[in-house]
C-alpha cells in the first residue's frame, strides 16, 4: 500500500497538473462567483426613460424609478436616443411617458405608456419589467387614492379599494432573493464534481496511455480493486478536503442559509466527491481511451449542471432527462442541500440521496474485469 501511495505521490510531482489544476480552478471560480454575486441580486439596471409629459406626476414617477435598488433611470429627450441605447447594450429597458398624461389622467382619459425590453439579456429584461410594471402599479394606486380622497373617502375605504388582497410574501431558504447564494450554492459544488470527475479519468487513462499500467496491478498483487482503492486515496483527501473548506466557506463567512447541520452538509459533499470517482471509474472502464474518456467526462460534467434541477425544476423536464439526471451525483447532491439547508429535515430527509450515492460507488463493480483487461492488453497507440 505505501509503494502504491509513494509511487502515486511521485506522479504528482511529475504532472503538477493533478493538484494545480483542481486547486487553481476551484481558488478562481470561488473568487469569481462569490465577488461578482457579491451584492446578492441585481442592482442598479438601467432604464431609459423619454418624458414627453414633463408633469409632477412623470417627474415623480421617475424619482420613485430611480430610487429603487433595482433601477438606475437615464433620461432622453428622443425616443430614437433611447433606441440606440438599447441596441448598443447601455440599457435594459425603455420606458416612453406619453404628452398631456397627467391631464389625461385627471380627465379619466387613460393614457398610454408604453415600455421596451432587452429580453435578449434575459434577467436583465425581466427584473426592469418588474421594477418598471411595480412603479406603474404604484402610480395608479397613488392616482386613485388622491381622487377618492377628493370624493371624500374614508382612508380604511379607500385602501379596500385599491388593494382588495393584501399579500404576504414567503421566500423560503432565500428570503432576500440573493442570487450569490442561489447559484454560489450548486455552481461551486458542480464545478468540483467536474474537476474530480476529469482529474480522476485523466489518472487512470494516462496509466493506460504511457503503459504503466501493468506494473500498478503488479504492485497490487493483480488485484485491480486494491489497485483503485489505493491509488485514488490521494485524490480522495484532496478533493475531499477542497469540498470541505469550500461548505465551510458558504455556510460560515458568506453566511449563505443553512437550518440544518453543517456536519451533514460535509457529509454531503464528501459523499458526491466519492460517487464523481466512481463515475469516473465507469467511463474508463467503458472507455479505456485517455483522450476519449477525458473528452466524455467534461461532456458529461458539465451537462449534469442543467439536469441537477436547480435552474429548471426536474418535474418540468421531459420523462428521459428526469431520468438521465439521475446518472450524475450532483443530482442526489442537491436533492441532500434541499433537505438540509432549507427544510432541516436530517436524516429522514435526505437518507434516499444516500442510498443513490450507493448505487454509484457500486456501479463500477461489474466493469472491473473490463477495466483490468485494459490495464493489462489495452494497445494503446502512441503516435
Same mark, same amino acid.
Given at each position: ?57 412623470? #417627474? +415623480?414617477?421617475? #424619482? ?41 389622467? *385627471? ?41 377618492? #380622497? ?63 499500467? =501493468? ?23 484532496? /478533493? ?36 464523481? =470517482? ?7 472502464? *467503458? ?27 426536474? =418535474? ?5 432527462? #428526469?431520468?438521465?439526471? +439521475?446518472? /450524475? ?32 460507488? *457500486? ?15 489495452? +494497445?494503446?497507440?502512441?503516435?
Amino acid at each position: 500500500m505505501k509503494d502504491i501511495l509513494k509511487r502515486e505521490l511521485g506522479l504528482w510531482k511529475l504532472r503538477p497538473v493533478y493538484v494545480l489544476a483542481p486547486l487553481g480552478a476551484m481558488l478562481f471560480c470561488s473568487l469569481f462567483f462569490l465577488t461578482f454575486f457579491g451584492k446578492g441580486a441585481v442592482q442598479e439596471l438601467p432604464i431609459a426613460v423619454v418624458d414627453n409629459d414633463n408633469s409632477s406626476l412623470t #417627474r +415623480n414617477f421617475i #424619482r420613485q424609478l430611480d430610487a429603487t435598488e433595482l433601477g438606475k433611470v437615464i433620461r432622453y429627450d428622443d425616443y430614437s436616443l433611447a433606441r440606440e441605447a438599447m441596441q448598443t447594450g447601455k440599457v435594459t429597458a425603455i420606458c416612453v411617458l406619453p404628452e398631456n398624461m397627467y391631464s389625461d389622467v *385627471l380627465a379619466g382619459r387613460k393614457p398610454t405608456a408604453s415600455f421596451y425590453l432587452n429580453t435578449m439579456y434575459y434577467v436583465g429584461g425581466m427584473m426592469s419589467y418588474k421594477n418598471i410594471l411595480t412603479m406603474f402599479n404604484l402610480s395608479v394606486g397613488a392616482v386613485q387614492r388622491e381622487t377618492m #380622497r377628493a370624493m371624500g373617502m374614508a382612508e380604511d375605504a379607500i385602501m379596500a379599494k385599491i388593494q382588495p388582497i393584501v399579500i404576504d410574501v414567503h421566500q423560503i431558504g432565500n428570503p432576500t432573493t440573493d442570487y450569490n447564494a442561489y447559484l454560489s450554492n450548486i455552481l461551486l459544488p458542480g464545478l468540483l464534481e467536474l474537476l474530480t470527475i476529469i482529474i480522476v479519468a485523466y489518472s487512470l487513462g494516462t496509466e493506460i496511455k504511457y503503459g504503466t499500467s =501493468e506494473k500498478l496491478l503488479e504492485m497490487s498483487s493483480g488485484s485491480i480493486v486494491k489497485a483503485l482503492t489505493i491509488k485514488l486515496i490521494p485524490y480522495s483527501i484532496m /478533493f475531499s478536503v477542497l469540498g470541505c473548506t469550500l461548505v465551510l466557506v458558504l455556510y460560515g463567512p458568506m453566511g449563505f442559509h443553512l437550518d440544518g447541520s453543517i456536519w451533514a452538509m460535509i457529509l454531503n459533499i464528501v459523499l458526491m466527491v466519492l460517487a464523481s =470517482e466512481a463515475f469516473a471509474v465507469c467511463i474508463v472502464a *467503458l472507455l479505456p481511451v485517455c483522450r476519449l474518456a477525458v473528452c466524455i467526462s467534461a461532456f458529461l460534467g458539465i451537462l449534469a449542471f442543467s439536469l441537477s434541477g436547480f435552474t429548471v425544476p426536474l =418535474e418540468q423536464m421531459p420523462e428521459f432527462f #428526469r431520468g438521465m439526471a +439521475n446518472m /450524475f451525483p450532483l443530482r442526489p447532491y442537491y436533492n441532500f442541500y434541499v433537505q438540509e439547508t432549507i427544510f432541516a429535515s436530517g436524516f429522514a430527509g435526505w437518507w434516499k440521496e444516500v442510498l443513490h450515492y450507493l448505487v454509484f460507488f *457500486l456501479a463500477p463493480l461489474p466493469l472491473l474485469p473490463r477495466l483490468k483487461n485494459a490495464f493489462l492488453y489495452h +494497445n494503446y497507440r502512441r503516435d
